[in-house]
């Protein structure tokens, strides 16, 4: 169990110096286990962050869209669903700070961690002086473009966060290798996405030799999606390159 007390030697001074800059920073924080969660929570808010919290994957993707915060803590062992689960949710999104908290110390879910879009990983029991200091260290870089929480290109809206996609308002139902391709294209939106990158994003490290199972996917989404183009194609071949996602008012 993390113990959340300050060391001897820091300062008043600087106790409220901290506090000062992080008045208006919001972290939120999603873990199962209400004990630990309370104790995150009065780390965090003595230290001057502002604390959205929330017990459930679920929760915790809806709260994430609500409260636009700086930075998430993460458990990886979650009520509904895996940890791992809701962070490559939110990444199909946001490209907000994630630090996964979590007791679990085994090389593999490190590492499946920080491959699924984790900016650290950090092993219960902690000091919270380390928490802290990764939290920084995570805030530090410029925040990147927040992604739009909803998509649209002509008659075609899409949810990112709900995984909801329309055309015309009428709900269109996708495969989960469909909604993955096109959510690939949504945050890249006007950009050309190259087949290598594509089938590495979509199938992994042996995508490369499925270039004829990006073909037939693209295929089934321009038909499903059709009717979202108008005039216009919405996904744009780039002979000999790749495909790129229309942008359309």
């Known amino acids: 169990m993390p113990q959340f007390t300050f060391s001897e030697g820091e300062s008043v001074e600087r106790t409220i110096m901290v506090a000062a800059i992080n008045q208006k920073t919001k ?14 929570r009065g780390c965090l808010e003595r230290a ?18 609500d409260q636009s915060p700086a930075a998430v803590l993460l458990d990886t062992e ?23 908290v979590s ?3 085994t090389t593999t879910k490190k590492i499946s961690a ?20 990764r939290l920084r260290v995570a805030l530090r870089s410029p925040p990147l473009p927040a992604q739009p929480a909803i998509f649209r290109a002509g008659n075609l809206t899409v949810d990112l966060v709900h995984r909801h996609v329309k055309v015309g308002g009428r709900p269109i139902k996708l495969s989960a290798t469909e909604y993955s391709l096109l959510q690939l294209f949504v945050r890249h939106a006007g950009k050309v996405l190259t087949h290598e990158h594509i089938l590495q994003e979509i199938w992994g490290s042996d995508g490369i030799a499925k270039l004829s199972y990006l073909r037939v996917y693209l295929t089934y989404l321009r038909k499903k999606l059709g009717v979202a183009t ?4 919405l996904f744009v071949t780039e002979t000999g ?9």
């Open 241 to 249: 390159v790749g495909y790129r996602l229309a942008i359309q008012e």
């Open 78 to 100: 979650l009520p509904g669903q895996d940890g791992l689960a809701v962070l490559r949710r939110l990444r199909e999104w946001t490209e907000v700070p994630i630090l996964v």
């Open 48 to 65: 001057g962050y502002a604390v959205a919290e929330a017990a459930s994957g679920d929760d915790g993707i809806d709260q994430a869209a």
């Open 103 to 105: 007791a679990d110390d």
């Open 27 to 40: 972290v939120l924080l999603i873990h199962g286990d209400g004990k630990i969660r309370r104790l995150l």
């Open 230 to 233: 108008g005039p216009a194609k």
């Open 114 to 133: 920080l491959d699924a879009g984790a900016n650290d990983y950090i092993l219960q029991p902690f000091h919270p002086g380390e928490l802290l200091a």
